[in-house]
């Protein structure tokens, strides 16, 4: 996101096309699967299901020195 200036939940440069598809590639199995790339309420729901148990975080900045933050939030299916 930081290297297109594009926040946005959907297909990233690398061609997975959700949140989904980004955590089966780093072979995160989950039982379900949440995303947060700006602030907002739907956000804030996110980060207060119960139903979520893990985290994970990326911080990259552009070369202008603007911060862009993912946030994936998940819970591991154990398989």
């Known amino acids: 996101m930081a290297?297109?200036?594009d926040m946005a939940h959907?297909?990233?440069?690398?061609?997975q096309k959700n949140v989904g598809e980004r955590a089966h590639k780093a072979r995160y199995s989950w039982t379900i699967i949440g995303e947060n790339v700006a602030a907002g309420k739907g956000h804030r729901d996110n980060i207060l299901n119960g139903k979520?148990?893990?985290i994970g975080l990326g911080i990259a900045q552009d070369a202008n020195g603007v911060t862009y933050w993912c946030m994936v939030l998940g819970n591991w299916s154990g398989s």
Do not use: H, P, V
């Open 3 to 5: 290297r297109t200036k």
């Open 10 to 15: 959907e297909e990233n440069i690398d061609g």
């Open 52 to 54: 979520f148990r893990n």
